[in-house]
């Protein structure tokens, strides 16, 4: 199975860098999802990856008694997932913005500070 | 004596908390600082003159050798009493000079700083120390140079001035620290004592090598001279007490000072007479070429410098004396010269040498000044530029087999400074005055009495050269000679040789001046062989290095986000793919093949293709849908690989972030596509080549054993220590409890920041 994981998050990278080098903002978005997408699953697949045995104790026991899947990862990306959200929908409204001022969406129109209210 | 040397600075940093009160009449308190500090040093003469140096030492910084100690002995308190008795006069003639200038009180304070700063300079007996003062007045000469900052000429030269300076001061500072190593102390006076060691050591070459650098970068030495020209964009003050008098004469404080540690070897001597003969007979044929007072000004210092470098580089009894008092001459007279030159300036508003004449019928007590000043530079007897071109003369004549060729030298140099003076100090004065300078009139007596009082200073120094005899030359020439003879001053020697020397000089001097007139011609004429100038080629080069840095920065800062995407991807790609290649073999393990089920398939199967769509759709909404397919995908990965929680909150949030671009997608730019094929097949090709590296470093990692250590700590721990059986959670909220504190502070300005963008209302302008 990990081969084939390998072989999405391949997929999940060459898709995000694709669509970041885009000139499109909205590409440039959907990229930086894509890459965050891969990102994780690239910390959960090297955290190895367990079937069906979630890092919760049985509720008898203190402790495990058995192997289980590596909690660690799991934090790290729990974490990640919100923040890549908190960055999803602040870029999200300033690209609508920045259109609705800038009236491009054109990254190549915007790299300069000062020529918009020419 | 520290409180002394740094009050300038003191006074220079309580400026700006005064500013309003001292623009008007009140910065006549600046002229005051250099009165008392005049007075103060004067009151160690007796002790100087008995040959008792006054020390003092503070505590800086030991445990690098460098400490606040100084030192006054004939050889500072020449220049001591330059620096404070010539900043008196320069105080005083830039308040009538600069009156009514908006910003006289930071003028006044730039000048200050200059003059403490030179103080430290010439009294430290540290070498670090003097290197600090040494830089600190270069800094404040930019500043000084670059007043008029509303001129671009004006910033230019003060840029050039600091940029070969400042170069000079890193070729100090490293001859400085090799002095101190080789020498064992940062002590003047404890390196006196090594001084034959240091000389046989082998790092004496590059020692004074350094050293000369530094000197000659200060003190305007061929082919450093042509900052000094360009510094005369500066006010007349500054000209005359920077360029002339004090700052440019550090460099020859340095070979003085050091002289007695380094020199008298066949590098330093040959090295120095070279390099300042030269320069005095490069800048005097230069100075015949001026039309500008000042710049016909600036050009005869340079001459003078290399007299002073050429005469210390003789090294003799005689030289060492003629430059000495070639030092003083050369201050009186030349400060003179360009406090005239300031005031024809500000009362004519030329300084055109070609258009003033007959001046001296509407201000004679200037023109007396002038006059006087250029006789003292001619050398006439019985002026005290007599006494030491007397001595200039006796030192060349009685160098070996040298002699003439040193004192041909030394005569040409002369005759061309003598003119330069006559052009300057007396033509001006002289013939008919043009109607235009009609209204012309004498300024205030601050103006005109400053370059009175050192010309006349000039005359009476001639006359009566026993008034310093004793009590100036002698310590000052006891501090740089290692003899310790008794010198004598003397105005009239007889008729002899050097007298005969002297009186050609002078009658060949004012021939000149008399047959050849300046003019345009002649001036465009010499310009021809501008290109060649040293000044030409480090203006060449910096424009080159310049414009590269513009190439260069234009090449990887080019404000195209992708550009930099690419560079740094297309780098990090060649690195690791060269890593790889190199180091590590693949290995694919049989089992990563096991488990497969059809369901998992199938939910791969779904998300490659949808991470198809989402990058060649051409419409948005399919993008975003795909985009979403993909999220919850992952989600059931999540759930099939035992992490319940993450996949809950992938699929929370990706529902979150698709309703989020539905709902603002009527208000999103059209689904462009801008770029060409060709650009898109490089981007894709780069983007293949990333993702394929991505996987098979995630392959290699995974054949790597995994250390669980820490994940063993939480699973035992999770229940015991924190009550919770979820792990995960348990992690979260409490193992590492902070960090999702900061997580949450994170959601919430990004929530403040949507929040206000989007209630944001936009101002007419911004519609626009």
Redesign the interface.
Same mark, same amino acid.
């Given at each position: 199975?990990?081969? *084939?994981?390998? &072989?999405?998050?391949?997929?999940? +990278?060459?898709?995000? &860098? +694709?669509? !970041? *080098?885009?000139?499109? !903002?909205?590409?440039?978005i959907?990229g930086l999802? *894509?890459l965050g997408?891969?990102a994780?699953?690239?910390i959960?697949?090297?955290?190895?990856?367990?079937?069906?045995?979630?890092?919760?104790?049985?509720?008898t026991a203190? !402790?495990?008694t058995e192997i +289980?899947?590596?909690? &660690?990862p799991?934090?790290l &990306?729990?974490?990640a997932?919100?923040?890549?959200?908190?960055?999803?929908?602040?870029a999200?409204?300033?690209?609508?913005?920045a +259109?609705?001022?800038a009236k491009?969406?054109? *990254?190549?129109e915007l790299?300069?500070t000062d020529e918009i209210?020419e | 004596m520290i409180i002394a040397i740094l009050s300038g600075f003191i006074l220079a940093a309580i400026v700006p908390f005064f500013s309003p009160y001292l623009k008007k009449n009140a910065s006549l308190i600046f002229p005051l600082l250099p009165l008392l500090l005049f007075g103060y040093f004067a009151s160690f003469f007796p002790r100087i003159k008995n040959g008792d140096p006054v020390s003092m030492f503070y505590d800086w910084v030991p445990s690098f050798g460098v400490d606040l100690s100084f030192r006054l002995d004939g050889l500072s308190l020449l220049f001591v009493l330059m620096i404070t008795g010539i900043g008196v006069l320069v105080f005083f003639y830039t308040f009538s000079y600069m009156k009514g200038h908006e910003y006289i009180d930071r003028f006044y304070a730039f000048l200050c700083m200059f003059m403490a700063s030179m103080l430290g300079l010439v009294l430290s007996d540290n070498i670090i120390t003097l290197f600090i003062f040494w830089e600190l007045t270069s800094i404040s000469s930019f500043f000084l140079i670059g007043f008029n900052n509303e001129e671009p000429a004006s910033r230019k030269s003060a840029l050039l001035a600091l940029s070969i300076t400042g170069l000079g001061g890193f070729f100090l500072l490293a001859g400085m620290i090799l002095l101190g190593t080789v020498g064992g102390s940062y002590s003047i006076q404890e390196l006196l004592s090594s001084s034959e060691a240091i000389k046989s050591n082998s790092l004496y070459g590059g020692i004074i090598f350094f050293l000369f650098i530094g000197a000659f970068t200060k003190s305007a030495q061929f082919p450093f001279h042509f900052w000094l020209p360009g510094a005369m964009k500066a006010p007349t003050p500054v000209s005359t007490y920077l360029h002339s008098a004090t700052m440019v004469k550090a460099g020859i404080y340095l070979l003085a000072r050091f002289s007695p540690v380094l020199g008298d070897t066949f590098w330093w001597n040959s090295t120095l007479v070279t390099v300042g003969a030269i320069t005095m007979l490069y800048a005097a044929i230069h100075a015949l070429f001026r039309l500008d007072l000042k710049g016909i000004l600036a050009y005869s210092t340079i001459s003078a410098l290399g007299i002073l470098v050429f005469l210390i580089g003789l090294g003799t009894d005689e030289a060492l004396l003629a430059a000495g008092v070639f030092i003083l001459v050369h201050a009186l007279y030349k400060a003179t010269l360009f406090l005239v030159a300031g005031i024809i300036d500000h009362e004519t508003g030329t300084r055109d040498v070609t258009v003033l004449s007959g001046l001296g019928k509407v201000m004679l007590p200037v023109a007396l000044a002038g006059i006087l000043a250029a006789l003292s530079n001619a050398g006439a007897p019985p002026f005290f530029g007599f006494v030491g071109k007397d001595l200039i003369y006796e030192a060349t004549m009685q160098y070996g087999e040298w002699a003439v060729v040193l004192t041909g030298a030394a005569i040409v140099t002369n005759i061309c400074l003598l003119f330069a003076g006559l052009l300057a100090g007396v033509k001006p004065f002289i013939g008919a005055l043009p109607e235009k300078f009609g209204k012309v009139h004498l300024p205030s007596p601050l103006m005109w009495v400053p370059p009175l009082i050192l010309a006349s200073l000039g005359l009476v120094f001639g006359l009566f050269p026993s008034l310093i005899e004793q009590s100036l030359i002698q310590p000052l020439f006891s501090s740089i000679s290692k003899s310790g003879t008794e010198i004598h001053l003397k105005l009239w020697h007889g008729f002899n040789l050097i007298f005969g020397l002297s009186m050609t000089t002078l009658i060949l001097g004012t021939l000149l001046f008399w047959k050849l007139k300046p003019s345009k011609n002649l001036f465009q004429k010499a310009f021809r062989f501008e290109f060649l100038s040293p000044e030409r080629l480090v203006g060449h080069f910096a424009r080159g290095f310049s414009g590269f840095a513009r190439i260069w920065t234009g090449f990887f800062q080019n404000g195209y986000l992708r550009n930099y995407v690419i560079t740094i991807l297309g780098f990090l790609t060649v690195l690791l793919a060269y890593r790889l290649y190199n180091g590590i073999g693949f290995q694919i393990k049989a089992e990563m093949f096991e488990n497969v089920t059809l369901y998992e398939i199938i939910v791969l199967l779904i998300m490659a293709v949808s991470i198809v769509f989402t990058v060649f759709s051409t419409s948005r909404l399919v993008a975003v849908a795909s985009l979403g397919v993909i999220g919850y995908s992952i989600c059931l990965i999540f759930l099939f690989y035992s992490a319940p929680d993450l996949a809950m909150t992938q699929f929370s949030i990706d529902t979150l972030t698709v309703i989020l671009f539905v709902l603002v997608i009527y208000n999103l730019p059209k689904y462009n596509t801008f770029s060409s094929t060709p650009i898109r097949i490089r981007d894709g090709i780069l983007s293949v080549f990333f993702g394929l590296l991505i996987a098979v470093l995630t392959l290699e990692v995974l054949n790597e054993p995994l250390n669980r250590e820490t994940s063993e700590f939480y699973a035992q721990n999770a229940y015991t220590l924190a009550k919770g059986k979820n792990v995960v959670n348990v992690i979260l909220v409490d193992f590492r409890g902070f960090d999702t504190l900061g997580e949450i502070s994170v959601l919430a300005i990004a929530a403040l920041g949507v929040f206000s963008l989007l209630k944001l209302r936009l101002k007419s302008i911004e519609k626009e």
């Open positions: 199975m990990e081969i *084939l994981l390998i &072989i999405i998050i391949g997929l999940l +990278y060459a898709a995000g &860098i +694709y669509m !970041m *080098l885009r000139r499109s !903002m909205v590409k440039l959907i999802i *894509l997408n891969g994780n699953m690239l959960f697949l090297l955290g190895r990856i367990v079937k069906g045995k979630p890092p919760i104790i049985e509720s203190k !402790m495990f +289980y899947a590596d909690p &660690i799991q934090a &990306i729990l974490t997932i919100v923040i890549s959200f908190g960055l999803q929908s602040f999200i409204i300033l690209v609508k913005r +259109y609705k001022v491009t969406d054109d *990254l190549d790299n300069t209210y | -």
